[in-house]
């Protein structure tokens, strides 16, 4: 496949670039974390967005030196974020902004995912509480020992799991008692209905109950509107992503935004 080819220079050269949307505290509207979200610019193309790359990095298992540099180029980004914001934000008595990685299941299922893991902390310095891994249901569907034991590290290191998209696999309330979850993600499909359907809200409003329960943070994605933003915070949803806040930026823009706001 000529996409394939591209690929593999592309990865060689490091040719990728990281976008990052704000995640934030919907009653206080102060930005939290940002998702990470990688992008390709492309000579000819243009700016490939991973829906066109990273099914096919997955099936050709490039995705597992794309996704250890997402991982290294995200750790760097956020300690550059907390060196232009740490003093201030500690003095305000706010946590040390984090970054969201999504990471796909073949990556997550690779024997060296967890040593890439270390290796972006041990290079960056970060907190591992302030990275947080995004995996979707995915990954969880294959219960083996080895992402039990995987999941057991990576939670005992301080870094977060969070479960993507949450609400479109099969048994998503099960994952939360057999995993180490300190996250989820309500998909957006779920937030769309908010305002005009009762049985959306219901089952939004008793996700973010159980979650709370068990001790797991809410962030509802795809937020486009203000009443969307009102209801969830009304319900006690803590966190929320959208194009209501901001899209995905780049780098410069992200330090901006973290030098302004802290
Ligand atoms: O960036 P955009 O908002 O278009 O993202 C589209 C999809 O691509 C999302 O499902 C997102 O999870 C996925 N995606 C974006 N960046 C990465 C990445 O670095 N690794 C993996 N595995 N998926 C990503
Ligand atoms: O699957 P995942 O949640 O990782 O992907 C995030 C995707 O959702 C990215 O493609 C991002 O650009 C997109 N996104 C983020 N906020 C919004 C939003 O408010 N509306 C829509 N339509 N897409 C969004
Ligand atoms: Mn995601
Ligand atoms: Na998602």
Not at 64 to 88: D, F, I, N
Not at 176 to 196: A, C, N, T, Y
Request: charge should be negative; hydrophobic fraction near 45%.
């Amino acid at each position: 496949h000529e996409l394939n080819e591209h690929l593999d220079s592309a990865i060689a050269e490091s040719a990728f670039q990281l976008y990052y949307q704000p995640i934030v505290d919907l009653r206080s509207g102060d930005l939290v974390a940002f998702e990470a979200l990688v992008r390709w610019p492309h000579d000819r193309r243009g700016m490939v967005l991973p829906d066109e790359f990273i099914a096919l990095a997955e099936e050709s298992g490039q995705i597992v030196p794309l996704g250890a540099w997402v991982l290294e180029r995200a750790a760097q980004e956020v300690a550059a974020w907390h060196a232009a914001s740490s003093a201030a934000r500690t003095a305000a008595g706010r946590p040390p902004l984090r970054v969201n990685v999504n990471v796909s299941a073949r990556q997550f299922r690779d024997a060296g995912f967890v040593d890439v893991v270390r290796r972006a902390l041990a290079a960056t310095g970060i907190d591992p509480h302030t990275l947080v891994l995004e995996l979707t249901e995915s990954v969880l569907m294959r219960r083996d020992d080895r992402i039990h034991a995987d999941m057991a590290t990576l939670s005992g290191l301080g870094v977060g799991i969070a479960i993507d998209d949450f609400g479109t696999g099969y048994s998503s309330l099960s994952y939360l008692r057999e995993f180490p979850i300190s996250l989820l993600k309500i998909d957006k499909s779920f937030i769309d209905g908010l305002g005009h359907s009762p049985q959306q809200y219901a089952l939004v409003e008793g996700i973010t109950r159980i979650a709370d329960t068990l001790g797991v943070q809410v962030i509802a994605e795809g937020i486009e509107h203000p009443d969307q933003r009102d209801l969830l915070a009304a319900m006690g949803c803590p966190l929320g992503q959208g194009y209501l806040f901001a899209h995905p930026m780049d780098s410069p823009d992200a330090r901006a935004l973290v030098r302004r706001t802290s």
